[in-house]
Structures are given as C-alpha cells and as structure tokens.
C-alpha cells in the first residue's frame, strides 16, 4: 500500500545551517506530494507541493524536488532561523481511495538554536 | 477570517463523560476530516465526509461518533471518554480529489483525567 518514511528526528541545528530531512514514499502511480509544517501550538499547514516527477516545490526558502527514479522528496533550507523550529510531514494522496485520503509521514521535529 | 476553526481550544474532562467538538470551514470545501495526534506527533486520520456523506471511516472505537448538518461544518462526538483519548484533535477541509492539499483548523487539545 501507499507508504511515506521520514528520517527520524528531532534535528537540532544551529542558525544558517544547511537542512535535509529526508522522505521516501510507495505509492500507486504518481501522486502528487507534498511537505506540511506544524508551528507549534498550531494546526498543519502547507509548505510546498510537486504534482510531477522532476518538478521542484519551493516556498519560503524551503525547496523538494519529486524523484520518481529514487521514490523520493527530500526537504531543503539552505540557512535555517530560529522561526523555522517546527514539524516538518511529508505527504501524499493515496490512490486507494480516489485520492481523498492523505498518507502523512510521521513527522520530524526541528529546532533552530541561534 | 478563518478558514478552518475548532471550538474548544483546550477540553478537560473526567474519565466517562461525553464530550463534543466542533468544527466550521468558510473555504467553501466539500471535504472535510477529523485526525488524532499523539504525544509524539503522529497523525492519525479518523473520519471523512464529502458533502456530508461519510467516506472514510477508519478503524475509530465506536464511542467516536462524527455528524455532518451541513458541509461546511463537521462535528466529533465522544462517549465514555478513557484516558487514551487524550490528544490533539485536528479538523481539515479540501476540495474533492484534492485532498494532498488540505487546510488544518488550530485543534483542540484534548485532556482526560
């Protein structure tokens, strides 16, 4: 069935490092994926979406390139702040049921120490 | 305006009680969903409705009970609260077949003692 691994956390980092989190999938054909992030004490929200194999999702200075020859949606930040300290979910729509259920990964927290 | 909102915010509660939590978009959405998230994060879909129908229904104690009165609102209904309940609750709202992209209420924090 449709699956999405995350590297585990939490990942500390310290300000203007470079970040990776890491996200593979499995998954029927070719959905779109997608990376959510949760600042805390709030609801999940949308960070950036790839609809294609190749395309590449950017937002806020975060960027995901979809690899379909790795199965693969790595998250990249080049320098990291503070503000970025959140949970970082790797997403798809499974196939299984019309794509009206999303497949979360579980998460990988982040903190930013200055 | 908000888009997605959850009321209560927080809900203390004892052991065996009932409990309700309530949920409005304004996102004009016919989808919406109630997920569960543990201590460490995890998240768990519960329910899905499209324009107030159930859709998904996943493997939830049968003391969870959603209603839908319309389709811009989705309701969690809880019997006999046990301590393992304990958790954040979150709505969320898409569009049909759209459901990668999904709109997260605050959540509602969910205490059983």
């Known amino acids: 069935g449709d699956s999405v691994t995350q590297m585990e956390g939490p990942v500390t980092l310290s300000e203007e490092a470079f970040l990776t989190i890491n996200c593979t999938y499995t998954?029927?054909?070719?959905?779109?994926l997608f990376w959510y992030v949760q600042y805390p004490g709030e609801g999940l929200q949308l960070l950036l979406k790839a609809t294609k194999a190749d395309d590449k999702g950017s937002n806020k200075g975060f960027e995901a390139t979809y690899r379909k020859e790795t199965t693969s949606f790595h998250l990249e930040k080049g320098s990291v702040q503070v503000s970025d300290s959140a949970v970082y979910f790797c997403?798809?729509?499974?196939?299984?049921?019309?794509?009206?259920?999303?497949?979360f990964g579980p998460g990988t927290s982040l903190s930013v120490i200055p | 305006d908000t888009a997605v909102s959850q009321t209560p915010k927080y809900l203390v509660t004892q052991m065996g009680n009932d409990k309700s939590i309530k949920c409005e978009q304004n996102?004009?959405?016919?989808?919406m969903y109630w997920y569960k998230q543990d201590s460490k994060k995890f998240l768990k879909i519960m329910f899905s409705?499209?324009?107030?129908?159930?859709?998904i229904n996943e493997t939830v104690p049968n003391r969870f009970s959603p209603k839908s009165p319309d389709k811009a609102h989705l309701n969690l209904h809880i019997n006999s609260l046990e301590l393992g309940d304990s958790a954040v609750y979150f709505c969320a709202s898409s569009q049909p077949g759209g459901a990668g992209e999904q709109y997260f209420g605050p959540g509602t924090r969910l205490t059983v003692t």
């Open positions: 996102l004009g959405h016919d989808t």
């Open positions: 998954a029927t054909g070719y959905p779109s």
């Open positions: 997403a798809l729509p499974s196939a299984k049921t019309s794509y009206d259920k999303v497949i």
């Open positions: 409705y499209n324009n107030k129908e159930l859709i």
